[in-house]
T-cell receptor, first 113, second 112 residues
């Protein structure tokens, strides 16, 4: 069964550095999402992406965040200047259409030092 | 604003006992409700969605609009049901389709 894949599984970065989290959505899916989960807290929506543009974003998704689909397969989340509070598990998800179930990746654990 | 509440962080039952994981939501429109499950060291997986009205792995959930609830139930719990369960809401229709709002999750432990 096809899966959403995320790399790396764990990223350790110094505060203030840029980080790029990578996702390969399921190949026939058209809608892509990023969520994050701070340790001990709930999974929170960050952004949805369709047709090469952001369709919705949350208050968390400020100017330090950006998403990109640089080629036909990857979907990336960039954090420009990381802060300690960006430490979290970041999940990528994709769906065929906006009203079909989302399939999640295993997540990337981001640790900011 | 939309909100999902799972009042129980931890729930323990014995094998064969009935189990109910509670979920309440707050949303002004007609949302779509989901249950996602995360088994140990595995990814989040969709368990069921309210519009499907199906039973998956013996679990059912009924949307009660009057009580704004979407509780997950299973009449006879099995040890392999032990996992983290998340209730999630997606706004129905319009431009917000797709965004999921999650509850805090309930860790279900089924003892032998």
């Amino acid at each position: 069964e096809p899966e959403v894949t995320q790399t790396p599984s764990h990223q350790v970065t110094q505060m203030g550095q840029e980080v790029i989290l990578r996702c390969v959505p399921i190949s026939n899916h058209l809608y892509f999402y990023w969520y994050r989960q701070i340790l001990g807290q709930k999974v929170e929506f960050l952004v949805s992406f369709y047709n090469n543009e952001i369709s919705e974003k949350s208050e968390i998704f400020d100017d330090q965040f950006s998403v990109e689909r640089p080629d036909g397969s990857n979907f990336t989340l960039k954090i420009r200047s990381t802060k300690l509070e960006d430490s979290a598990m970041y999940f990528c998800a994709s769906s065929v259409t906006a009203n079909q179930p989302q399939h999640f990746g295993d997540g990337t654990r981001l640790s900011i030092l | 604003a939309q909100r999902v509440t799972q009042p129980e962080k931890l729930l323990s039952v014995f094998k064969g006992a009935p189990v109910e994981l509670k979920c309440n939501y707050s949303y002004s429109g007609s949302p779509e409700l989901f249950w996602y499950v995360q088994y140990s060291r595995q990814r989040l997986q969709l368990l069921l969605r309210h519009i499907s009205r199906e039973s998956i792995k013996g679990f059912t959930a009924d949307l009660n609009k009057g009580e704004t609830s979407f509780h997950l139930k299973k009449p006879f719990a099995q040890e392999e049901d032990s996992a983290m369960y998340y209730c999630a809401l997606s706004p129905g229709g319009g431009t917000s389709y797709g965004k999921l709002t999650f509850g805090q999750g309930t860790i279900l432990t089924v003892h032998p």
